[in-house]
């Protein structure tokens, strides 16, 4: 009776143990948002997560183990909610349609990815490299679709799509009391005109010849 007593016991503490180990560094990326990173202390991420100082060192020696388990919780939580860049890297499919597939995710989780980017996991050299390669091969795409833009106007394009589809916007939008789904599709609505605008004019963020003729000609009613 013993033996099985154990057997179901020692399953059931690694559950709590996990679920206590992701409250305290849920409560670590909710306090990020709020705080830099060098004035968080063990005592407040214990009083935000609900338990014990104790407990926060039983589970994270120091400060740095602590930090070192954002990321692989983040990437815990936004799993299956974010196009891998396999799914970006590896696609011809619009632009446009992508961001309405991920744009969802990234509203949904820009506390999150605040926190990881708060605490400089998200600003190591892989993932400069990674933000990099999505954008040459945003550039790629956007410089097959429109092909009357050369490579200087494709990249400035590229880089503009990409910021209107940032976890960075997606948050102040949704902070605002928008709703994720209407997030998603207003930015993907923005990049859309932007795009059309520039595959129109041959050229990025500059009036075109009519537009800037018409303004002149309002100007001087």
């Not at 305290?24 to 990020?32: F, T």
């Not at 070192?68 to 446009?96: C, F, K, M, N």
């Not at 106007?153 to 902070?175: D, P, Y």
Request: with cysteine; hydrophobic share 40%.
């Amino acid at each position: 009776m013993n033996e099985v007593a154990r057997t179901y016991d020692s399953p059931l503490r690694e559950e709590q143990a996990l679920a206590t180990r992701a409250r305290i560094v849920g409560a670590l990326c909710d306090l990020l948002v709020e705080e830099r990173p060098s004035r968080i202390s063990i005592s407040a991420v214990a009083r935000r997560a609900g338990v014990s100082v104790r407990s926060v060192y039983n589970h994270f020696p120091t400060k740095d183990d602590l930090f070192d388990a954002i990321e692989p919780y983040v990437r815990h939580e936004v799993r299956g909610q974010l196009l891998s860049d396999a799914e970006i890297l590896g696609t011809d499919a619009d632009i446009v349609e992508l961001m309405r597939r991920e744009l969802p995710g990234l509203a949904r989780n820009a506390q999150l990815l605040t926190a990881l980017v708060r605490a400089g996991i998200d600003d190591d050299e892989r993932s400069k490299a990674r933000r990099l390669e999505r954008l040459d091969h945003l550039t790629a795409a956007l410089s097959r679709q429109i092909p009357q833009l050369d490579t200087v106007e494709c990249g400035r394009l590229a880089t503009l799509v990409a910021g209107i589809g940032s976890w960075a916007t997606a948050q102040t939008m949704t902070q605002a009391g928008l709703e994720v789904d209407e997030v998603a599709g207003l930015l993907a609505w923005t990049a859309q005109l932007v795009i059309e605008r520039a595959a129109r004019d041959g050229r990025v963020g500059h009036p075109s010849t009519s537009g800037g003729k018409q303004m002149e000609r309002e100007g001087t009613q």
